[in-house]
């Protein structure tokens, strides 16, 4: 299987509000970058997307290593709460229900065709990857009204 490294970053004015999301895709020594965003939304819900998205842009199976600033969605896989909110009926462990389903929903079965591993990185932290999908991102919901 061929080895890519997938950036990912969320971004949101106001939480909710308008939100962006942004991800570069590297492969040998070519990159590709990819972002949109949505006029209602929250910060995880584009954190999620990103990573989704750029999933979704992969077209054989990969290694991916994926890197996030995203504590949310790290936690959420490396941790396997995920796996123990969809076997619960999507509730979480206090049995209060598990946000952004739909989105959970569409990346598990990614998971499923990728080996991906996951890592958290600091944000705004001077990350170069980091701070480009943050620019993505950050530009995306610029450009709603």
């Given at each position: 299987?061929?080895?890519?490294?997938?950036?990912?970053?969320?971004?949101?004015?106001?939480?909710?509000?308008?939100?962006?999301?942004?991800?570069?895709?590297?492969y040998?020594?070519?990159?590709?970058?990819?972002?949109?965003?949505?006029?209602?939304?929250?910060?995880?819900?584009?954190?999620?997307?990103?990573?989704?998205?750029?999933?979704?842009?992969?077209?054989?199976?990969?290694?991916?290593?994926?890197?996030?600033?995203?504590?949310?969605?790290?936690?959420?896989?490396?941790?396997q709460?995920?796996y123990?909110?969809?076997?619960?009926?999507?509730?979480?462990?206090d049995?209060?229900?598990?946000?952004?389903v739909?989105?959970?929903?569409?990346?598990?079965?990614?998971?499923?065709?990728?080996?991906?591993?996951?890592?958290?990185?600091?944000?705004?932290?001077?990350?170069?990857?980091?701070?480009?999908?943050?620019?993505?991102?950050?530009?995306?919901?610029?450009?709603?009204?």
């Amino acid at each position: 299987m061929k080895n890519v490294d997938i950036y990912t970053d969320g971004a949101c004015s106001g939480n909710p509000g308008k939100g962006g999301w942004g991800a570069v895709l590297v492969y040998g020594n070519t990159e590709k970058e990819i972002s949109g965003g949505n006029s209602d939304t929250t910060n995880n819900r584009m954190e999620l997307t990103a990573v989704i998205e750029a999933l979704k842009m992969l077209k054989m199976p990969c290694n991916v290593t994926l890197t996030t600033d995203s504590k949310y969605v790290c936690d959420a896989i490396n941790q396997q709460w995920v796996y123990s909110w969809k076997k619960n009926g999507w509730k979480k462990a206090d049995k209060k229900p598990a946000l952004n389903v739909d989105l959970w929903e569409e990346l598990l079965p990614l998971l499923e065709i990728h080996n991906v591993t996951f890592n958290w990185v600091k944000g705004h932290n001077g990350h170069p990857y980091n701070e480009r999908c943050d620019s993505l991102a950050v530009n995306e919901y610029l450009k709603i009204d």
